[in-house]
T-cell receptor
Framework: AQSVTQPDIHITVSEGASLELRCNYSYGATPYLFWYVQSPGQGLQLLLK??????LVQGIKGFEAEFKRSQSSFNLRKPSVHWSDAAEYFCAVGAPGAGSYQLTFGKGTKLSVIP | EPEVTQTPSHQVTQMGQEVILRCVPISNHLYFYWYRQILGQKVEFLVS????????KSEIFDDQFSVERPDGSNFTLKIRSTKLEDSAMYFC?????????????FGAGTRLSVL
């Protein structure tokens, strides 16, 4: 069974600083990988996804993530954080296959931004 | 932009009562899901639904849970006899297709409080 670990529960950065949120997964093959963001009172919004191909993927709001098979990681990065990026970020993995599949989520990392 | 809508945003119920959580998926989507997040824990998959039947379910989704698509727009989760441990945020999601196109779009969630 797949699993996801987000080692950082809470991260605080200054506005304009760079950001990296860590995500490690456990799965027997190459999974589908996702980052979602949740702002207070909002649903889970998809930031970016990786299915195959280029290991560096671009998402919305200036975020990117890099899939590293050797490290079983899919870390999320942003070069310059804005105050509006304060939210909770979830990494998720899905097992490829036919039909629908379940997503397995990490516990999330809460991001606080200092003005 | 189309979105998944969940009602109510907060539901309070007494232990042993039945609750129905409602979701309106994105209109052209064919796959529907329920997830839950107990406070401080991971978002967990409950069930997926396609073509008027359950596709997958987790071990959490026992006999006290049921799902239904009563009409062309709503997707509901029923908990027959609520327990204290059912208190959680429940997320509905939908996707236009399965497999590679299976990007799941989430609603804002219903917070269920069982007293």
């Amino acid at each position: 069974a797949q699993s996801v670990t987000q080692p950082d529960i809470h991260i605080t950065v200054s506005e304009g600083a760079s950001l990296e949120l860590r995500c490690n997964y456990s799965y027997g093959a190459t999974p589908y990988l996702f980052w979602y963001v949740q702002s207070p009172g909002q649903g889970l919004q998809l930031l970016l996804k990786y299915f195959s191909g280029d290991t560096l993927v671009q998402g919305i709001k200036g975020f990117e993530a890099e899939f590293k098979r050797s490290q079983s990681s899919f870390n999320l990065r942003k070069p310059s954080v804005h105050w509006s990026d304060a939210a909770e970020y979830f990494c998720a993995v899905g097992a490829p296959g036919a039909g629908s599949y379940q997503l397995t989520f990490g516990k999330g990392t809460k991001l606080s931004v200092i003005p | 932009e189309p979105e998944v809508t969940q009602t109510p945003s907060h539901q309070v119920t007494q232990m042993g009562q039945e609750v129905i959580l409602r979701c309106v998926p994105i209109s052209n989507h064919l796959y529907f899901y329920w997830y839950r997040q107990i406070l401080g824990q991971k978002v967990e998959f409950l069930v997926s639904f396609y073509n008027n039947e359950i596709s997958e379910k987790s071990e959490i989704f026992d006999d006290q849970f049921s799902v239904e698509r009563p009409d062309g727009s709503n997707f509901t989760l029923k908990i027959r006899s609520t327990k204290l441990e059912d208190s959680a945020m429940y997320f509905c999601a939908s996707s236009v297709a399965g497999g590679r196109e299976n990007i799941q779009y989430f609603g804002a969630g219903t917070r269920l409080s069982v007293l």
